[in-house]
Every structure is written in structure tokens, then in C-alpha cells.
């Protein structure tokens, strides 16, 4: 394959990694909204999150197996059109139910799309360029999740003033119900799904073969890694992590609305995005670190003023408050990529299959804020969020009791230091 259509490839895999954090990372800045417009209580309101996320839990392993068989481009093609079906359903038929299966479905095509696009950027750029091209991927992931709070608050704001002086936004209020302006975002993520099917089937795609390490592996596998005490515990570290970052970008906004009298659409979204606009910059300063610090004390540190950012946020004044939560997604920044690489680094075969098992941790992300909106309705939001102090105390665990195989390579200060005055 020709360089150029390499480069084509990458940007459609930049595309998509930014598709997938738009259409995931709303959630939050949508929650306050949501549960006044259906009259939820907080457990209800945590179906949400569970609806989309569980579906990770659910289709990654299955996904990988549907990869080997049929192929990147018609696999990207179905998880496209299983959005689009979710987000259109929704959109003509408003109802909570419809709501919660229609999350279901969009999760199902997100996680799809997580399973297909690494491998595929593996090849598409070069193993060589592999952990830059990754990194840049996260940045366009942690992008999009900034800008989808920012777009919510934008519909929401005009259709609700009846904006008729712009026609996007007029024929966008003819669309949604009365007192709904935020359904427009789903009308939003069906044109988006649609834009994505057609540029996916104009593309044409290298072929990909699967390394060992990649591939979904075999039903032995599966068994002979869930012998090993350190899967387990890792598939929690995943769990725990997703259902913290989750548990404190979904509740946010309607907890600052809730204590603090934080407007939902405007302050509350806003909030939302920076907790993901910090989360990317730390992940920048993540990387460096780990350049110079073993991965396990990074962790440590970073999981320490992550419980004292979250403990702010929690008890601090308004004030103090708003700019807290947001700050906790900057320690929250390098979690996932420690917990994976300190995991896969922890067994020295069979690295897809775990690599499968830790992908349906991400269900951790839907479990937790069922657990959060139940505790919610028996005490309080506040109370309620406590919760996530033992899931940081578990990933702060890690840190204590992981002995990876192989440690990440840091630079030696002291050799650098020889060299230079040498």
C-alpha cells in the first residue's frame, strides 16, 4: 500500500477515535437534563450509564472474534449503522425506554469500534510509530470529549430561546419536543453515524494481519488466564477505574446543580468538558513522567491527588468546588494506560485474550453509577459518591501490589547527567 493512502488511514482512524469519545463523553453534561425531563430519581438516572457501558462488557470479546472473521471495514461499517439506528430510534421516538435501548445500542457500535481501529492503526502507521500515533489518538479522544459538553450547551442554549435567526438551529427546534432541546444532540449523532457509514465505505482498507498478541485467542486461553489471580485483579483495576471516571463526569453537573445551584446547561456542561480537557493535558505530562519515573509510583501520586481533588469537590465551598472536579480528571489521566500496560506486562502469553478480558472491565463504567443512583435515593448524592473513594483506593492498590514482568524503561538521570559533563 502506498504511503499516501497510509496517511488516509490514520486520519480515518483519528476520525473515528474522535466519533467515539463525542458520542461517549456527553453523558454527563446530558444527566441533569435527562433526569428532569423523564422525572428520574438518581437510580433510574444511573440506567443511563449502565445501558451504554454494559455493552462493553458484553461485546468486546465477541467483537474480536466477528474481527478475524469478517474484516476492519465491514465490521466498522455494522458498528456505524448500529449507532445510527440507536441515535435516529431515539430521536423520532423521545421515550425513556426507547432512551436506555438506545444507548444500549450505541455502546454495542462504540465498542465495536474500540475493538477494530488499534490493530488496524498498528498497520496503517507503522509498528514504529505505533505508541506516537496511540498518543495521538488520545489527544484527539480527549479533544472531542471537551467539545461534546461544549455542543450540547450550544443546541440547548439557542433552541430553548427559539433561535429562528439561525436556520441550523430553527429546523433543529422543529424537530425536538417541547422542553427537550437536549434530544437535538441525538439528531446530531445520527447524522454524524450516517457521515461516518458513507466515508468508511469509500475508503479502502490495507489488510491486516492479527498479530498472536492481538488476536481474540482461544476458549483454553480464557480458562488458563482466569487461573491467574493478577487477571482478575487487574480486570477489577479496569472496572474500578472506568466506573471512578465515569462516576464523577456523569454526577457532576447534576451534583454542582444540585448543591451549589450551578446552571445544568451552561456552568455544569462546561464543567464536564474540562474535566476531559484536563484529563488529555495530564495525560501529556503522564507521558513524560513516565520517561523518568517507574509506572507504579506515577499511579501512586497521581491516585493520591486524585482522592484529594474528589474530596474537595465533594465538602469545599461552590467556588472551590466547580474547579475541583474538573481538576480530578487531570490526575485521572493516566490510570487506564498504567493499569493496561502494568497488566499485559504481568503474563508472559496469551495478551489478546486478556487484552479481551480487560476490555469488559469497561462495565465497571455502568455497574458503579447504578450503585451511585441506588445509594443516592437511600442517603444522598453526596453520600453517594463516597463510593468512589474505595474504587480509587483499589486503583491506589495497584501501585502497591503489581510485579510486572517487565518494568516501564525510564531514562537514567545519572548516565544522562555522566554524559553531559563528559
Not at 266 to 294: C, E, H, P, Q, R
Not at 380 to 405: D, E, R
Request: no cysteine; charged share 10%.
Amino acid at each position: 500500500m502506498k504511503s499516501k493512502h497510509n496517511y488516509l488511514i490514520i486520519g480515518l482512524i483519528m476520525l473515528i477515535f474522535f466519533v467515539i469519545s463525542f458520542m461517549t463523553n456527553i453523558l454527563g453534561a446530558l444527566n441533569p437534563s435527562v433526569s428532569a425531563s423523564y422525572t428520574l430519581n438518581e437510580t433510574m438516572a444511573g440506567i443511563l450509564p449502565f445501558s451504554f457501558f454494559i455493552a462493553y462488557g458484553l461485546i468486546s470479546i465477541p467483537a474480536g472474534f466477528a474481527l478475524e472473521r469478517w474484516g476492519e471495514k465491514r465490521l466498522m461499517i455494522f458498528a456505524f449503522l448500529l449507532s445510527l439506528t440507536g441515535a435516529l430510534v431515539f430521536a423520532f421516538i423521545p421515550h425513556f425506554g426507547i432512551f436506555a435501548g438506545s444507548l444500549f445500542t450505541i455502546g454495542m457500535g462504540m465498542a465495536i469500534l474500540q475493538v477494530v481501529i488499534n490493530p488496524l492503526l498498528r498497520v496503517a502507521g507503522g509498528e514504529e510509530h505505533y505508541a506516537f500515533n496511540s498518543v495521538l489518538a488520545q489527544l484527539v479522544f480527549g479533544a472531542a470529549s471537551f467539545l461534546s459538553p461544549q455542543m450540547y450547551s450550544y443546541l440547548v442554549t439557542n433552541i430553548d430561546k427559539h433561535n429562528g435567526s439561525e436556520p441550523f438551529i430553527g429546523f433543529l427546534d422543529h424537530l425536538v419536543p417541547s422542553s427537550m432541546s437536549w434530544v437535538s444532540v441525538y439528531w446530531i449523532f445520527a447524522a454524524i453515524s450516517l457521515l461516518m457509514v458513507v466515508i468508511v465505505s469509500l475508503v479502502r482498507f490495507p489488510k491486516v494481519e492479527l498479530k498472536e498478541d492481538e488476536k481474540v485467542g482461544s476458549r483454553d486461553s480464557f480458562i488458563i488466564l482466569l487461573h491467574n489471580k493478577y487477571v482478575i485483579l487487574f480486570f477489577l483495576g479496569i472496572f474500578a477505574y472506568v466506573g471512578t471516571e465515569q462516576g464523577i463526569s456523569y454526577w457532576m453537573s447534576k451534583f454542582l446543580s444540585q448543591y451549589h445551584g450551578f446552571n445544568p446547561e451552561t456552568i455544569g456542561a462546561d464543567s464536564v468538558a474540562y474535566f476531559w480537557g484536563l484529563m488529555t493535558l495530564g495525560n501529556i505530562l503522564g507521558l513524560a513522567l513516565l520517561k523518568i519515573i517507574d509506572s507504579k509510583i506515577v499511579l501512586r501520586w497521581f491516585t493520591f491527588f486524585a482522592i484529594v481533588s474528589l474530596t474537595v469537590g465533594l465538602f469545599a465551598n461552590s467556588n472551590i468546588s466547580l474547579y475541583a472536579f474538573p481538576i480530578s480528571g487531570f490526575f485521572l489521566s493516566v490510570m487506564y494506560p498504567i493499569i493496561i500496560s502494568l497488566a499485559l506486562n504481568s503474563v508472559d502469553k496469551h495478551h489478546g485474550s486478556f487484552a479481551g478480558i480487560l476490555m469488559t472491565g469497561i462495565m465497571g463504567g455502568a455497574i458503579i453509577q447504578l450503585i451511585i443512583g441506588f445509594l443516592s435515593d437511600i442517603f444522598s448524592l453526596k453520600t453517594a459518591m463516597l463510593f468512589l473513594f474505595i474504587t480509587l483506593g483499589y486503583i491506589y492498590s495497584i501501585s502497591l501490589w503489581a510485579k510486572p514482568l517487565i518494568n516501564n524503561k525510564t531514562l537514567d538521570m545519572k548516565e544522562l547527567f555522566n554524559k553531559k559533563h563528559n
